[in-house]
C-alpha cells in the first residue's frame, strides 16, 4: 500500500507539474483555435457537448472505445487464429466509435483555459497517440507481422489507459465538466431574499441564500430565479445579458439558459441551471426550491 501511495503521488505531481507548464499554450492554443473554427456555437456542438442529454456525452463514449480497443487487444494476444481475425474487426470497431468520441471530448475541451486546457491537451495527445498505434497495427497484419501488429495493440492500449488516468484526474480531482450548482445550499424553505422595490425592472440582480448566491431577475412585474454560477465552468451569471427569449447568457463561454425552467438553451453547458420558486410576501421577495427538485 505504501508503494502504491508513492506512485500515485508521483504520477499526480509529473501531471500537476505539465498542467502548470504555460510552454504547452502555443499548442494547445493553436488546436483550440483550430476546433472553434471547425466546432462554432450551434446545434452540432451543442449536441456534442450533451445539452440534449443533461450531462456530458463524452464519458459515456470513451466507454465503447477503451471497451472495444481492450477486448481487441486481448484477443490478439491470447486467442487462435480466428479469435485475432475477430481482433481486427473490434479495432476497426474501435476506431470508427472513436470519431464522435474525439469530436464531443474536443467540443467539451475547447472552453477550457489555464490547467484544464493543458490537461486536457496532454489527455487529447495521448489519446491520439493511441489511437495512432491501433491504426498503425493493420499495416503489420496484413504485411503477416503478427508480433510488430500485437506490440503496437499492447502500446496503444496503454497510452489510452495512461490518457484516461488524465481524463479521471481532470473530472474526478479538478471538477472538469462537473455541475457547477449542483451543490448549493438552497432551502426548500421559503426564504427571504430582498426588498421587492429594491429589485429592478429587467436586470440582472445577484443575491445570496444560506451562503450561496442566486440570480434575479424582474419583467413586468414576474421574477425568476436561478442558481447564479453556470452549471459549465461556475461564470457569474448576473453579469450575463437577457434576450428577447427570456434566456440569459452566461458571460464567460456564452452558454445559454431559459430564465422559466433553468434548461439549456444552447451549450457548452450540458446541466441545467437549479430553479428556485419566488413569492412576494408583504413586500419582500421569498425564494425556495421547487417542489420536484426537493424530492429528488
Not at 481475425?85 to 475541451?109: E, F, H, I, Q
Not at 427571504?192 to 442566486?214: C, R
Request: with cysteine; aromatic share 6%.
Amino acid at each position: 500500500m505504501a508503494m502504491e501511495r508513492r506512485v500515485r503521488r508521483q504520477w499526480e505531481q509529473l501531471l500537476e507539474k505539465l498542467a502548470r507548464d504555460e510552454r504547452l499554450d502555443q499548442y494547445a492554443d493553436a488546436v483550440q483555435k483550430l476546433v472553434a473554427e471547425v466546432l462554432p456555437q450551434g446545434e452540432l456542438k451543442d449536441a456534442l457537448t450533451g445539452g440534449w442529454l443533461g450531462h456530458a456525452v463524452h464519458p459515456a463514449l470513451t466507454d465503447v472505445v477503451t471497451g472495444t480497443l481492450a477486448s481487441a487487444t486481448l484477443l490478439h494476444l491470447v486467442g487462435t487464429r480466428h479469435a485475432r481475425r475477430s481482433s481486427d474487426l473490434l479495432v476497426a470497431v474501435g476506431l470508427l466509435a472513436a470519431v464522435p468520441t474525439v469530436a464531443s471530448g474536443l467540443a467539451d475541451w475547447v472552453d477550457t483555459y489555464g490547467e484544464e486546457k493543458r490537461a486536457g491537451f496532454i489527455h487529447a495527445v495521448g489519446n491520439g497517440a493511441g489511437l495512432a498505434c491501433y491504426l498503425l497495427s493493420f499495416g503489420p497484419r496484413l504485411r503477416g507481422h503478427g508480433i510488430r501488429a500485437r506490440a503496437l495493440r499492447v502500446v496503444g492500449f496503454g497510452l489510452l489507459a495512461g490518457a484516461g488516468y488524465v481524463g479521471g484526474h481532470m473530472t474526478l480531482r479538478k471538477g472538469m465538466g462537473v455541475d457547477h450548482g449542483a451543490f448549493a445550499a438552497f432551502s426548500e424553505h421559503w426564504t427571504p431574499v430582498m426588498q421587492d422595490e429594491e429589485l429592478k425592472e429587467n436586470a440582472l440582480t445577484k443575491a445570496s441564500v444560506n451562503g450561496a448566491d442566486i440570480l434575479l431577475y424582474k419583467n413586468h412585474r414576474k421574477i425568476y430565479a436561478l442558481g447564479n454560477s453556470c452549471s459549465h465552468a461556475g461564470g457569474p451569471l448576473h453579469e450575463g445579458k437577457v434576450d428577447a427569449d427570456g434566456c440569459v447568457r452566461c458571460p464567460w463561454h456564452h452558454s445559454v439558459f431559459d430564465l422559466a425552467t433553468g434548461e439549456v438553451v444552447h451549450g457548452p453547458a450540458s446541466a441545467p441551471q437549479r430553479v428556485l420558486e419566488v413569492r412576494r410576501h408583504e413586500g419582500t421577495v421569498e425564494v425556495r426550491l421547487r417542489p420536484h427538485e426537493d424530492e429528488h
